[in-house]
């Protein structure tokens, strides 16, 4: 399974940017959709969760400005960005747990997007 993002980039402080993550292989479904960030030298965060048929969970720092959704028939998760502050700046993954087809479970990473909030 390949998770590809795209969306990151440059932004000023008070914007917006929206992340998206599209998965491709042999998926039948995918179960957790997750984005996480990290910063040099820091661990890395968890910011959103989608699990399919329950509710988001968010990090606090981003509670009320993000919002994660996902469309597991297009097999793309998203992460919309708003507000944006100088402290979100990171590099963002997307992660995805689920079933492929055959039964076997799978647990991919994208690669990372870098989003920059200029203040």
């Known amino acids: 399974v390949q998770l590809v993002e795209s969306g990151g980039g440059l932004v000023q402080a008070g914007g917006s940017l929206r992340l998206s993550c599209a998965a491709s292989?042999?998926?039948?479904?995918?179960?957790?959709m997750e984005w996480y960030r990290q910063t040099p030298g820091k661990q890395r965060e968890l910011v959103a969760q989608?699990?399919?048929?329950?509710?988001?969970n968010y990090a606090s720092s981003v509670k009320g400005r993000f919002t994660i959704s996902g469309d597991n028939a297009k097999k793309t998760m998203y992460l919309q960005m708003n507000d944006l502050k100088p402290e979100d700046t990171a590099v963002y993954y997307c992660?995805?747990?689920?079933?492929?087809?055959?039964?076997?479970?799978?647990?991919?990473w994208g690669q990372g997007t870098q989003v920059t909030v200029s203040s």
């Open positions: 992660s995805a747990r689920g079933l492929l087809q055959g039964g076997t479970a799978f647990s991919s």
């Open positions: 292989g042999m998926i039948f479904s995918i179960s957790v």
């Open positions: 989608l699990t399919i048929g329950g509710s988001p």
